[in-house]
């Protein structure tokens, strides 16, 4: 038994050609990309750009746009290359398995629950907060009891012991059983909310342009400086550390494109749909996330953002830049907010059931995950028991302990993908490629040292959580993962 025995391409595209009898192909390339911009657009956007804004870059967080949006249109180009080429379910997981090796396909595995299980509790968490400042600030009722949307780690300023997040669970079991019923009806859910979404985004842009200050874009990029944190945490603030922790910030915002990958076995026409569903969410959200950074930051000076911003940022830097008229646009926010968290919940739990669901059918986790339902052709199993995993999370942690544990996995899974594109050109130099990632293998290296990069932005405590993690994930392949492996257990 080797832990360095690779899945072969052959066998891959077999298992591709076998999807008719399993998953429906019921996806086009524009539900790719509005399952793109369904995971793009969400909590980071609203959230981390003022975050990013305060403690690292000022008005130059849209640079640091600019640089994780090429970090990922460098990953997003090999994405569409191996999505293309190998139109299986498990995304970076099954690109590392066919050039690297069993051992590294479970690390990035393991490294992908990181990203979509862990991301989806947290937004969960978020989605429960922001439903409260719905009912309090939009619908003008009582919000729920604090004890039924907090976790028993949380108390109240007024010394009430949460509970339970009642909210957060139900927000996941809600989601898992509309991707157990079905892809397309998911997807025309998560079409529905896009549209919501990107409208309140342009309406923010479009009317908050001719309030923007000049003075609160000079000078545009801070001189260098440490910020301390109301937690007593340093930030690189102003500079170039302060841009690339800005990028390492941001890149939580376009997290999710790398999701539509994972939905190639559900695709009509792979092909040709999984490139322009990659590429073409991104491109989209970027144009959007530079012009929504140059807006929010040029209503309001970085000390606003620094002490009254806070969590709800967006909306107090509208009331607050643009006055009382524009009320019912900071009311939109909170809906926006509302409906980018749904849409992101939605499409990391997909991602997450179809990694299960590769990794069943190749042994390294039970095969029950591997398993589709009989009517609607779902990975039932995998949804339910990540609706488990997910919703105790949601219910019983608080949402902080996460912190940026989603990015520095996502990064991680994107240099081994810009890693697999190279190492199949030289393995597979004649595999039928119909998207090819250009200028290979200067695009695939230049989206290593970006991504490496925004991992440096991170800071080392995010190193040392990374590290702590694939620990215990190579415990659980050494214990079991290993002896289960239909690749390295034929018989």
Not at 73 to 93: D, H, K, W
Not at 173 to 198: H, M, P, R, W, Y
Not at 238 to 249: D, F, K, N, V
Request: contains cysteine; hydrophobic residues 50%; proline residues 4%.
């Amino acid at each position: 038994m080797s832990i360095w025995k690779k899945k072969s391409i052959t066998q891959l595209l077999s298992e591709a050609s076998e999807s008719e009898k399993g998953m429906k192909r019921t996806l086009t390339a524009w539900s790719l990309v509005a399952l793109g911009i369904g995971a793009i657009i969400g909590a980071g956007l609203f959230v981390r750009t003022a975050t990013a804004a305060a403690q690292n870059a000022g008005p130059s967080v849209t640079i640091g746009f600019i640089v994780a949006a090429i970090g990922c249109a460098l990953a997003g180009l090999c994405y569409a290359e191996l999505s293309s080429s190998i139109p299986i379910s498990g995304s970076a997981y099954t690109y590392t398995y066919a050039t690297m090796g069993e051992l590294l396909a479970w690390i990035i595995g393991w490294d992908l629950i990181l990203e979509y299980a862990v991301g989806a509790a947290t937004v969960g968490i978020a989605w429960s907060e922001y439903l409260n400042n719905l009912l309090v600030n939009v619908l003008h009722t009582s919000p729920i009891p604090y004890e039924w949307c907090h976790s028993p780690l949380q108390v109240s300023d007024a010394g009430i012991h949460g509970i339970i997040n009642l909210p957060a669970l139900f927000i996941v079991a809600v989601i898992s059983l509309l991707l157990i019923k079905g892809t397309q009806e998911s997807a025309f859910v998560n079409g529905l909310i896009v549209v919501v979404k990107v409208s309140i985004v342009v309406m923010i842009i479009v009317f908050g342009w001719s309030f923007v200050h000049p003075e609160n874009h000079t000078p545009y990029i801070p001189e260098p400086a440490i910020f301390t944190d109301e937690h007593g945490v340093d930030h690189h603030f102003g500079g170039i550390l302060g841009i690339l922790g800005a990028a390492g910030t941001v890149f939580f915002a376009f997290i999710g494109f790398d999701a539509v990958s994972t939905a190639a076995q559900e695709t009509k026409n792979p092909k040709r749909d999984m490139p322009i569903g990659i590429l073409g969410s991104l491109a989209i959200c970027t144009v959007l996330y530079i012009l929504f950074a140059h807006v929010l930051t040029g209503l309001e000076s970085v000390e606003f953002f620094r002490t009254s911003g806070k969590e709800a940022s967006v909306a107090n830097a509208i009331t607050s830049a643009m006055g009382s008229g524009y009320q019912w646009l900071a009311q939109f926010v909170t809906v926006a907010i509302l409906f980018g968290f749904t849409s992101v919940i939605l499409v990391m739990l997909l991602g997450q059931s179809r990694v299960f669901y590769s990794m069943g059918k190749d042994g390294l986790l039970p095969q029950a995950f591997g398993d589709l339902h009989t009517k609607y052709k779902t990975p039932y199993k995998a949804n339910l028991v990540i609706m488990v995993i997910v919703g105790l999370f949601a219910a019983f942690i608080p949402g902080d302990i996460v912190g940026d544990m989603t990015s520095i996995g996502t990064l991680f899974a994107f240099i081994l993908v810009c890693i697999s594109v190279i190492v199949l050109r030289k393995t597979n130099p004649d595999m039928p490629r119909e998207f090819k990632t250009p200028l290979v293998p200067i695009v695939p290296i230049l989206g290593v040292l970006v991504c490496l990069a925004m991992i440096y932005g991170l800071g080392w405590t995010n190193w040392l959580r990374l590290i702590g993690w694939l620990i215990i994930g190579l415990v659980i392949y050494f214990g079991y993962s290993k002896k289960h492996s239909k690749l390295n257990n034929p018989e």
